[in-house]
């Protein structure tokens, strides 16, 4: 199962809304991850089963989609949010990551 | 508090061999399906291979199949991934990384919560 995820780079400012799209190649149901990775650092999970908030990540992060259409939001950007992030689809092995979306600062 | 200490990264020659270990700490290791994750240089996040909780079965990328083995040893709470005929395209940072939630606990848990430092691993004559 291919991840395309939109767009590869986001320039945004601190307060913005921000939106990125994960979008797989066939059904993937509710498995969907997203991960937030700053430079020389482990990926961290913020939303899992598509929609779950993991314990600890800011409200303002939020999933929601199914099927083959997902999206991350970031209601309102703050500075430490500025990072790449990944979808990962595991409805099925093999797992397969997005390609990443850099948040950056305009 | 979860850990995951991975070790043996370094550099191999092309067609070398390595292990790497990722020793854990903090949770029940032999509930939980553990994956090996890499990044190349610059690049996204590949999932390499996958283990189940009681270390019966295992999954691999096509891309390592047949080359890299995967194991753990619930005894000592510990993943292994042996990689051998290596390549230049093998050279990452290798992340070991724990399954989200249990298969006892999830329909589904293949997500990753916790993960590793990372070690290094270069292929490179």
């Known amino acids: 199962i291919q991840m395309t995820q939109s767009p590869s780079t986001l320039s945004v400012s601190v307060g913005d809304r921000v939106t990125i799209t994960c979008r797989a190649s066939?059904?993937?149901?509710?498995?969907l991850a997203w991960y937030q990775q700053k430079p020389g650092k482990a990926p961290k999970v913020l939303i899992y089963?598509?929609?779950s908030l993991e314990r600890g990540v800011p409200s303002r992060f939020s999933g929601s989609g199914s099927g083959t259409e997902f999206t991350l939001t970031i209601s309102s950007l703050q500075p430490d949010d500025f990072a790449t992030y990944y979808c990962?689809?595991?409805?099925?092995?093999?797992?397969?990551f997005g390609g990443g979306t850099k948040v950056e600062i305009k | 508090e979860v850990q995951l200490l991975e070790s043996g990264g370094g550099l191999v020659q092309p067609g070398g061999s390595l292990r790497l270990s990722c020793a854990a700490s903090?949770?029940?290791?032999?509930?939980?399906?553990m994956s090996w994750v890499r990044q190349a240089p610059g690049k996204g996040l590949e999932w390499v291979s996958a283990?189940?909780?009681?270390?019966?079965?295992?999954y691999y990328a096509d891309s390592v199949k047949g080359r890299f083995t995967i194991s753990r040893d619930n005894s000592q709470n510990t993943l292994y991934l042996q990689m051998n005929s290596l390549r230049a395209d093998d050279t990452a940072v290798y992340f070991c990384?724990?399954?989200?939630?249990?298969?006892?606990?999830?329909?589904?848990?293949?997500?990753?919560?916790?993960w590793g430092q990372g070690s290094l691993v270069t292929v490179s004559s």
């Open positions: 903090g949770f029940t290791f032999n509930f939980y399906a």
């Open positions: 990384a724990k399954d989200g939630c249990s298969s006892t606990s999830c329909y589904n848990g293949r997500y990753f919560d916790s």
């Open positions: 283990v189940s909780d009681s270390g019966g079965t295992t």
């Open positions: 990962q689809q595991y409805n099925s092995y093999s797992l397969t």
């Open positions: 066939q059904s993937i149901s509710i498995w």
């Open positions: 089963k598509a929609s």
